[in-house]
């Protein structure tokens, strides 16, 4: 995600580039799917599951007492008394009616890791698969989950936890089209009002308002501490002008020592402490600050001045200002080399390009600025409401 953000960074200039970062972008929560570390440990489970489970389908066919349907594994043998099905009477012959349906090894998978959900489905694996299926076939938004149940299978877990239980249901509901400034995006029904309002003040200013790109609710895991990327998940957060108006965290691979190393070189290059501020006009004059000031010039010369700093503290070993000053600029050079590439990103771009009039507008209209939370800055990022059905 580092990679592609970061790519991201580096093709603004064109918007034709532009685009396919866009397409990028919104192709990430899919791709956090099945490649990311959920996928990942998703995977390997499936992969333990897909022995295990078949062995518990095999136990299962062979304890039946009376006869089974030709199990489509042909190495698996049932036991059939002899004599065949119609000798066998006593203990009765199954009712096919209410013989649940063999458990699918993912969906076990599933329901094995995620003992919180379970409680939701009568603590039966049987009825969440049933469930789970009812709910796939009745829903209209199957495209937000590339048309396979399986995808949405691995999302019901989170959404159970914040109170959707049915998350199909829940979408077609909840989510349609949000009009923003010519724009469109799909987010909760609940803030459209909210967005229009905006939207009006926003033209009836009058003045260029500079927004391009509108994006809102996407299905994704939700992760516990990162509230930013909560709300989208259920349509109540927008992101307007994302390619220019960042996400650190989600820049930095949520890495919360690059993130330090980040705000450190924004403060020695702009003299503003954008982690602890939170009006839009000190940010916004910190941006173009960054954009005229960092350069590989720059970065050239706090490497000069490090090894000048060294010098000195080296001359007179027993002065603790010299070394201080020393081990403050080599500070300063690791964190520029530590988070190098985004650095340049922003400082092509900036990292607040919103205008004010926009920023102030969703504001009035009851929308939380990203910009103005403290440690996870979120330029592009507005929201309204809570986390829940
Ligand atoms: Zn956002």
Redesign the pocket.
């Known amino acids: 995600m580092l990679t592609i953000e970061s790519m991201d960074r580096r093709v603004q200039k064109s918007t034709r580039a532009q685009e396919s970062g866009e397409a990028k972008r919104r192709a990430i929560p899919s791709a956090r799917l099945v490649q990311g570390a959920e996928g990942s440990l998703g995977d390997h489970l499936f992969d333990l599951q897909r022995k295990a489970g078949n062995a518990a389908v095999t136990a299962m066919l062979l304890q039946r007492a009376g006869p089974a349907p030709a199990p489509a594994d042909a190495g698996v043998t049932p036991t059939v008394a002899p004599g065949g099905p119609a000798t066998t009477t006593a203990g009765g012959t199954p009712d096919a009616a209410t013989t649940p349906t063999p458990v699918d090894p993912d969906v076990q998978t599933l329901w094995d890791a995620n003992t919180a959900m379970q409680a939701s489905f009568g603590n039966d694996v049987h009825k969440f698969q049933k469930d789970t299926q009812d709910q796939w076939t009745a829903t209209s938004s199957k495209a937000w989950f590339s048309n396979d149940i399986k995808n949405y299978r691995q999302y019901v877990p989170t959404y159970v936890s914040v109170g959707i239980t049915n998350l199909g249901n829940w979408i077609d509901a909840n989510i349609s089209t949000a009009h923003f400034l010519g724009l469109k995006a799909q987010t909760n029904k609940d803030i459209q009002a909210s967005l229009t309002t905006a939207s009006t003040a926003i033209l009836a200013a009058g003045a260029d308002h500079g927004v391009t790109t509108f ?1 809102g609710f996407n299905v994704r895991m939700i992760r516990g501490s990162t509230t ?2 909560i ?2 998940a259920v349509g109540r ?3 307007i002008n ?1 390619s220019t108006n960042p ?1 650190f965290r989600e820049d930095l691979g949520h890495d919360s020592a690059k993130l330090a190393s980040l705000f450190r070189v924004i403060q020695t290059v702009t003299g503003t402490d954008v982690k602890s501020t939170s009006d839009y006009a000190s940010q916004q004059t910190a941006s173009e600050t960054f954009k005229t000031t960092f350069s590989a010039a720059w970065v050239a010369t706090q490497k000069t001045e490090l090894e000048t700093r060294k010098k000195a503290a080296a001359a007179a070993p027993t002065d603790a200002g010299a070394k201080q000053k020393f081990q403050d600029q080599q500070q300063l050079v690791n964190d520029v080399a530590a988070v190098r590439s985004t650095l340049d990103g922003y400082a092509s771009t900036g990292f607040l390009t919103l205008k004010k009039v926009v920023v102030d507008q969703l504001v009035a209209a009851g929308f939380t600025w ?1 910009g103005s939370w403290n440690d996870a800055k ?1 330029y ?4 309204k409401g809570a986390v829940g059905p």
């Open positions: 994006e930013s990327l709300l989208h957060a927008v992101d994302s996400q990203g979120d592009m990022h507005f929201e």
